[in-house]
């Protein structure tokens, strides 16, 4: 759908962003292995916290069409600094929609201000895309719930503290018994583990944590038995299309760089873009970008227009995921070819964008799971 005057401002005020504070950053922010705060902090003073909060709880309530366009202008910069801010905005957004007004208020001021970061905690040790396996246990107490159990590969996890918690509340149920609470940091009973040395996209903050006699109180319960499971699933066309989003802006990105640099580098006597060959890789990347950032339109006109449980989306998502997700692994090796060794240098994006291509193609469904999914919702 298109996007009004103010979203498409706040658009170009993210790729700004995104230019001036997160690109410079982003190589130093890997190599301290951290979150990049400080461009967080921007960000937040922008709105991008609050864009799909519900006016009444102080947000923008901008449309999800606006969601996905700043998540592609601010994975220019880098993919993992993306995936912490949305995961603070959906936390934020969460509450505002599904929590007590009280719980909500708690919480609210800080996580939109970026004082305190918001993960969603679904992954375990044990459990990964089969989220209905999940063991950590709900046990039912006077007022409240008494949690146990750990959580891995959770975006955020290295530092966030209001966190959206699934559960088992009836071992051996499956999705029938899982329920989503608030989960606290700060509180006895959270121990959190050191974030994860990884290869790469430090930025993410990817960690975990267990909760050892956990108490949650009755308010804190954001979805009982029989809703959570739903609940949990009902926000995966979303993430799978800014997802898509997210690797058409690591590979518009890079296929500006390559651009520039074309235009400027002289080789056997003329500069780089003046042979065919070379313009042709580019062709191939400039072509397959813009099929993505189609798919990823109509996906999110689909989510804005409510449809967001029909087939007709869950099919467009997960399209649009595993094509651009393709898509990034292709084409970002190809473009930092057309660099040279260039395209080795920190300065550059491509290393760190052909790490943020393969998270890509984990988080909120693998490869293996999109084409399954593809397969039950093509039409009969």
Not at 7 to 21: C, K
Not at 35 to 57: D, N, S
Not at 237 to 247: D, E, H, K, Q, V
Not at 349 to 373: I, K, N, Q, Y
Request: with cysteine; proline share 3%.
């Amino acid at each position: 759908m298109p996007l009004t005057d103010a979203e498409a401002s706040l658009v170009a005020q993210a790729a700004r962003l995104a230019r001036e504070q997160i690109t410079p950053n982003a190589a130093r922010w890997e190599r301290e292995r951290r979150i990049g705060h400080e461009a967080l902090a921007a960000a937040a003073a922008l709105g991008l916290t609050r864009l799909q909060v519900p006016a009444a709880a102080g947000g923008l309530d901008l449309s999800f069409s606006c969601k996905a366009q700043v998540a592609e202008a601010l994975a220019a910069g880098d993919f993992g600094f993306t995936m912490s801010w949305i995961n603070t905005h959906n936390v934020a957004a969460k509450l505002a929609r599904d929590a007590a007004p009280a719980l909500a208020a708690r919480y609210l001021p800080d996580l939109i201000a970026g004082r305190r970061l918001g993960c969603t905690a679904l992954t375990e040790p044990g459990a990964g895309s089969d989220f209905a396996a999940i063991g950590t246990r709900a046990t039912r107490l006077d007022g409240g719930w008494r949690i146990d159990g750990a959580k891995a590969w959770i975006t955020n996890a290295a530092e966030a503290d209001v966190i959206v918690l699934y559960a088992q509340t009836e071992p051996g149920s499956g999705g029938r018994g899982i329920a989503g609470f608030l989960v606290d940091g700060r509180r006895a009973g959270f121990v959190r583990e050191s974030a994860f040395a990884l290869g790469g996209q430090h930025t993410i903050g990817t960690g975990g944590f267990r909760l050892e006699g956990y108490v949650a109180g009755d308010d804190e319960l954001l979805h009982p038995p029989g809703q959570a499971f739903r609940a949990a699933l009902g926000s995966i066309n979303g993430a799978r299309t800014y997802i898509a989003a997210m690797c058409c802006g690591m590979v518009g990105e890079a296929l500006r760089v390559v651009q520039q640099y074309g235009r400027q580098r002289q080789a056997f006597g003329q500069p780089l873009a003046g042979h065919q060959g070379w313009r042709w890789r580019l062709a191939e990347a400039a072509s397959e970008l813009a099929a993505c950032r189609l798919m990823v339109a109509q996906a999110a006109a689909l989510i804005d227009a409510g449809r967001n449980a029909e087939r007709e989306t869950q099919l467009a998502a997960a399209q649009a995921k595993l094509l651009a997700t393709r898509m990034a692994d292709r084409q970002l090796p190809a473009l930092a070819q057309a660099m040279g060794a260039e395209g080795l240098r920190e300065q550059h994006p491509f290393a760190r964008h052909l790490a943020g291509a393969r998270v890509a193609g984990f988080v909120d469904g693998s490869t293996e799971m999109l084409l399954e999914r593809i397969c039950a919702a093509l039409p009969v």
